[in-house]
């Protein structure tokens, strides 16, 4: 079944109801009077709703026609707003960028990759907050959000940026003197260095190992006498020789590379904590946005060297 009122007739209701008369329309138009009428008698027809009062000198639209010209107006008036969001995302990247990242990861990763960002687009002017937790980003205070894991957010946009695993880690100093833990039950008996983040449940860690039906899963709940909200200062307490951390590889790897850091049950797996960036959908046609997602991904595209360090301590 064909449409009452076809798309490409919308603009010729718009200018009928600008008019006030079939002989104005005709001109604005560029039709005869002709044209115009038999267009409009075929519309009316087809829809059965009278939508214009005639007369011999001026016309008027009924109310439906009223109606149908005002929806119209609307319309075409939403087409040209997706026209020019289609202008501007084909458009150099310019104007405000609000980002959001954690503390540690912001300030060492995250920084960096925005001060090259700049120099490449210097029409574009970044806002850096760094915070504890990913805000809610559906309260519009950011425009992308650099974080840990997919977010549950079915209506956000999220790209993987990098991959990135959680090791446990510690000082050959401190396994010197408190031995090394072989089971993750051992984990119990060490000072395990807390980090209040995000919503995972404090002081609990997670360790799996085996593949299939063979992969199994402990639970240990740690103690320490050492806690913080800041990744860096825990990695630091772990360095100083004070215990066993739980830290994502992009903050350890050089740690590891450099020998400072040795991993502690490196046959079991720790939860993966994969980098993506998250952006609202009204932001999927911004330009800046779509330029520095991209930048970040390029620049996170080679995963920390930790590889053959974890198998060292086996």
């Known amino acids: ?4 009122v076809q798309a490409s007739e919308l603009g010729f209701l718009v200018a009928l109801g600008g008019s006030a008369s079939l002989s104005a329309a005709a001109r604005e138009l560029g039709l005869s009077k002709a044209a115009v009428s038999k267009r409009l008698a075929l519309i009316e027809s087809r829809t059965g709703v009278a939508l214009v009062n005639r007369t011999t000198r001026r016309m008027s639209l009924t109310p439906e026609g009223e109606a149908v010209v005002e929806r119209a107006r609307r319309i075409l008036g939403e087409l040209d707003e997706l026209d020019r969001l289609l202008v501007s995302a084909r458009t150099l990247p310019r104007g405000l960028l609000r980002v959001n990242a954690t503390l540690g990861f912001g300030r060492s990763h995250v920084a960096p990759v925005i001060a090259r960002f700049v120099q490449r687009h210097p029409e574009v002017e970044v806002q850096l907050q760094l915070s504890v937790n990913p805000p809610p980003i559906t309260d519009d205070a950011f425009d992308v959000c650099i974080r840990f894991g997919e977010p549950p957010e079915s209506r956000l946009i999220a790209r993987r940026l990098a991959p990135n695993r959680r090791l446990l ?12 833990p ?7 008996h060490h000072d395990c260095i807390g980090i209040r983040q995000g919503d995972e449940a404090y002081g609990t860690w997670r360790l799996a190992t085996g593949k299939g039906a063979r992969r199994r899963t402990e639970t240990v709940k740690t103690r320490g006498s050492l ?3 800041d990744g860096e200062i825990a990695v630091n307490w772990a360095l100083a020789g004070l215990g066993i951390v739980m830290r994502a590889e992009w903050d350890v790897a050089r740690h590891l590379r450099s020998g400072r850091l040795v991993p502690v049950l ?5 939860p993966e904590a994969d980098v993506y960036a998250v952006w609202p959908q009204r932001q999927q046609l911004s330009s800046r946005v779509r330029a520095f997602v991209a930048f970040v991904a390029e620049s996170f595209g080679a995963r920390p060297a930790t590889e053959g360090l974890l198998t060292r301590r086996v």
């Open 266 to 270: 490196p046959q079991w797996e720790t």
């Open 227 to 229: 806690t913080t909200n």
């Open 169 to 180: 880690c510690a000082a050959p100093a401190y396994l010197a003197a408190h031995g090394e």
């Open 1 to 4: 079944m064909s449409q009452a």
């Open 182 to 188: 072989r089971t993750p039950a051992d984990l119990a």
